[in-house]
């Protein structure tokens, strides 16, 4: 851990000059308090860097949540075994699941599942006076619930270091969750340039406690944070019974983990109330479980907070990417990503080179880091890997 200024913790070992730059300039902010804290997977983000975590008082900076609101992983640990699993044709469980999930961006449901039902049904009395709204922003949002979406989102089936049977994945508040963050961050720009305020960086745009847009602002993230939770319940549920299927035998849950990496909550910190926003971070207050993910063909971890207080109760949320998505692409063959793939059941196709383990930080460095912001409980190694293209 090293401060890079008044304002700015840092526990990256790995941090490109680009991003310290930008972490710097968020940090000058007024209404920071007391520091932002630069998680060690922290890379360049928009407007604010991913992997950092931001306590703002009296203002909250929408695009320092990011677009994807309430992103975030769900684990499950289940009563198999390695053993349970040997010999058998992995690839029928991913195409089975596969097919249970959509897959990809704009990717949707025929229609709502009787799974999903309950769910929709609390989303839709979740801040109903906001309703109208949301519903002309994305008519579409129920269903869009229990969808995974592309990028660097993921179902995996994995094993622990006593070859305990896990299902991991990472997702959000999908297209809902865009069209409202873009809509609020547009918002603050409006009102940042009808205020005559001077930013360091128009993606550093901000919403005033006590005004309008500021309380539509925290309805709507709070609305999207739960999408995302509910989205990954739903999943999850369909993976557990494709699982099932498979292996002829109901999951008996041992345990399921549930936790958000790009959210905004009220906590306090250093004798104040802040609005947290944690960008690429989990919360990692003492004896809380989180899940921090490598990238595909890599290890992934399972983890309790240790509650550390310059790091405002936060770790990091993965591995944290090194090159650019079109950078990765034009470095790394298809045939290197295969490599990095064996003896993991995946789709193999080009489409995902940019999400190549190659691409990203190295996850053991990156935990190296977080010593003091956690510890880890479990190992994970995948044998099925789902990603939408």
């Known amino acids: 851990m090293e401060r890079l200024n008044g304002k700015l913790v840092n526990w990256a070992s790995i941090l490109e000059e680009k991003t310290r730059r930008q972490a710097e300039t968020a940090s000058t902010m007024p209404f920071v308090f007391p520091h932002i804290a630069l998680m060690p997977d922290a890379h360049l983000g928009k407007g604010a860097t991913v992997g950092s975590v931001i306590p703002t008082d009296g203002a909250i900076i929408p695009a320092a949540v990011g677009v994807d609101i309430g992103c975030g992983m769900i684990a499950v640990r289940t009563q198999f075994h390695a053993d349970d699993l040997a010999g058998r044709d992995l690839s029928v469980l991913r195409e089975a699941i596969e097919g249970?999930?959509?897959?990809?961006?704009?990717?949707a449901n025929r229609d709502v599942s009787a799974t999903a039902r309950p769910r929709v049904a609390e989303l839709e009395a979740l801040h109903s006076d906001r309703a109208e709204f949301r519903e002309s922003l994305a008519p579409r949002w129920r269903t869009a619930l229990g969808t995974l979406g592309s990028g660097n989102h993921?179902?995996?089936?994995?094993?622990?270091?006593?070859?305990?049977v896990w299902l991991f994945l990472h997702s959000g508040s999908r297209g809902p969750g865009n069209k409202l963050a873009t809509h609020h961050i547009a918002v603050a720009q409006r009102l940042c340039?009808?205020?005559?305020?001077?930013?360091?960086?128009?993606?550093?745009?901000?919403?005033?406690?006590?005004?309008?847009?500021?309380?539509?602002?925290?309805?709507?993230?709070r609305w999207a944070q739960q999408f995302a939770l509910l989205n990954r319940e739903e999943m999850m549920d369909r993976v557990a019974a494709r699982l099932s299927d498979f292996l002829g035998e109901a999951v008996v849950e041992q345990e399921r983990i549930?936790?958000?990496?790009?959210y905004?909550?009220?906590?306090?910190?250093?004798?104040?109330?802040?609005?947290?926003?944690?960008?690429?971070?989990?919360r990692a207050d003492a004896g809380r479980p989180g899940l921090v993910p490598g990238s595909m063909g890599t290890a992934s971890y399972v983890v309790v907070g240790k509650g550390d207080r310059l790091s405002l109760d936060s770790s990091p949320h993965g591995a944290g990417r090194e090159f650019s998505r079109s950078a990765a692409r034009r470095r790394f063959t298809h045939e290197e990503l295969r490599e990095a793939m064996k003896g993991i059941e995946y789709r193999d196709t080009?489409?995902?080179?940019?999400?190549?383990?190659?691409?990203?930080?190295d996850i053991d460095r990156v935990m190296a880091d977080?010593?003091?912001?956690?510890e880890v409980r479990h190992t994970l190694r995948q044998v099925v890997n789902v990603k939408g293209d």
Do not use: M
Request: hydrophobic fraction near 45%; proline fraction near 4%.
């Open 258 to 262: 549930n936790c958000h990496h790009n």
């Open 350 to 361: 080009d489409a995902f080179l940019d999400e190549i383990p190659a691409a990203y930080k």
């Open 370 to 374: 977080a010593a003091d912001l956690v």
């Open 193 to 221: 340039a009808q205020w005559f305020i001077e930013l360091p960086d128009r993606d550093l745009a901000y919403l005033v406690e006590g005004t309008p847009e500021f309380d539509d602002y925290i309805a709507d993230l």
């Open 154 to 164: 993921f179902i995996e089936v994995s094993l622990d270091e006593t070859d305990a």
């Open 100 to 107: 249970s999930v959509p897959l990809s961006a704009g990717a």
């Open 264 to 282: 905004t909550e009220r906590e306090r910190h250093f004798g104040r109330e802040v609005w947290l926003s944690r960008k690429g971070a989990i």
